[in-house]
């Protein structure tokens, strides 16, 4: 059978506990969350690269579309309905071969 600890030792096992319980917790949960972060801010780092890249790509198709089309106020909305399917159509491609 346990022996029970006598009042004087409780104290003493109370502070083993908290000092066992704290570095338990630095060894198997802080140092696995710490590596768990750095790997995230770099995904989060790449996810707005990706964004920012879109973007540029679709100003540039845009902007490309301007220098194809003929001069006029109907041929620049033209051009902002092309860059929209096409960009649309890139995001769509780029989805479906994700998924599949």
Known sequence: MAERADKKE?????????????G????????????LGRQAGFGLLGGVILAVAA???????????RQILPEGDWWKVAARGLTVVVTGAGAGLIMWRATR
């Open 24 to 35: 338990y917790v630095k060894q198997e949960a802080w140092e696995p969350l710490k590596r």
């Open 10 to 22: 409780i104290p003493q096992l109370v502070t083993e506990l908290i000092e066992m319980s704290t």
């Open 55 to 65: 973007l540029y790509l679709g100003l540039a198709t845009y902007a490309a579309w």
